[in-house]
Nanobody, 118 residues
Framework: QVQLVESGGGLVQAGGSLRLSCAASGSFFSIKSMGWYRQAPGKERELVAVIPSAGSTNYADSVKGRFAVSRDNAKNTVYLQMNSLKPEDTAVYYC????????????WGQGTQVTVSS
């Protein structure tokens, strides 16, 4: 059974920083990609940043230059460093991983709340 466990959300003032972490555990052969999505109240879930095992990292235009995604392959962990946070970054942030088990599957974490006050 595969699990994605997130940590690092919270409340921060505009202009501040937060770092999210997400560790994948369980039985899988490999990781094709890991990344972050977010969902604000009343809005659809949207891509924030994805880092594939091969290829270029992809960022939403709204976070380019402020957020940085990174991976520690030895720990099967993905991080999201969020700087210069804005109130519009307020959302539930979900970790996502595409993992190879007996098939290639799309997995989600439970979500972590990020609230940016003005």
């Amino acid at each position: 059974q595969v699990q994605l466990v997130e940590s690092g959300g919270g409340l921060v003032q505009a202009g501040g920083s937060l770092r999210l972490s997400c560790a994948a555990s369980g039985s899988f052969f490999s990781i094709k990609s890991m990344g972050w999505y977010r969902q604000a109240p009343g809005k659809e879930r949207e891509l924030v940043a994805v880092i594939p095992s091969a290829g270029s990292t992809n960022y939403a235009d709204s976070v380019k230059g402020r957020f940085a995604v990174s991976r520690d392959n030895a720990k099967n962990t993905v991080y999201l460093q969020m700087n210069s946070l804005k109130p519009e970054d307020t959302a539930v942030y979900y970790c996502n991983a595409v993992l190879v088990t007996s098939y290639t599957g799309n997995y989600w974490g439970q979500g972590t709340q990020v609230t940016v006050s003005s």
